[in-house]
């Protein structure tokens, strides 16, 4: 499994910008997809964007297509959420995931390494 680590999050205003990041460690080296999940206070955790670490595609859940982007810097084991146009229901913890799986998934399940978890908040 591997290590993956968040930072990034914090609170901002709706219409503003965060930038998210999950820094993987060496074991990681097996990992196909990583992707970004979000919980909201109260709700499921749901995906939100995933990218094939080393093939470049990207794939994103309807409520944030156009407004966020995924991306990674395979020099630094780090992938990226750029979020803007943020919504007051953007508000959630949010974490990254991985999966050796050689499937494009966005299915909580299938995904076998966790973070820790950062705070996005935009109040309404």
């Known amino acids: 499994q591997a290590l993956l680590v968040e930072s990034g999050g914090g609170l901002v205003q709706a219409g503003g910008s965060l930038r998210l990041s999950c820094a993987a460690s060496?074991?990681?080296?097996?990992?196909?997809?990583l992707g970004w999940f979000r919980q909201a206070p109260g709700k499921e955790r749901t995906f939100v964007a995933g990218t094939v670490w080393r093939g470049g595609g990207t794939y994103y859940a309807d409520s944030v297509r156009g407004r966020f982007t995924i991306s990674m810097d395979i020099t630094k084991s780090t992938m990226y959420l750029q979020m803007n146009n943020l919504k007051p229901e953007d508000t959630a913890v949010y974490y990254c995931?991985?999966?050796?799986?050689?499937?494009?998934?966005?299915?909580?399940?299938?995904?076998?390494?966790w973070g820790q978890g950062t705070q996005v908040t935009v109040p309404s």
């Open positions: 995931a991985a999966t050796p799986l050689r499937i494009v998934t966005t299915s909580e399940a299938d995904f076998d390494s």
């Open positions: 060496a074991s990681a080296k097996s990992t196909y997809i």
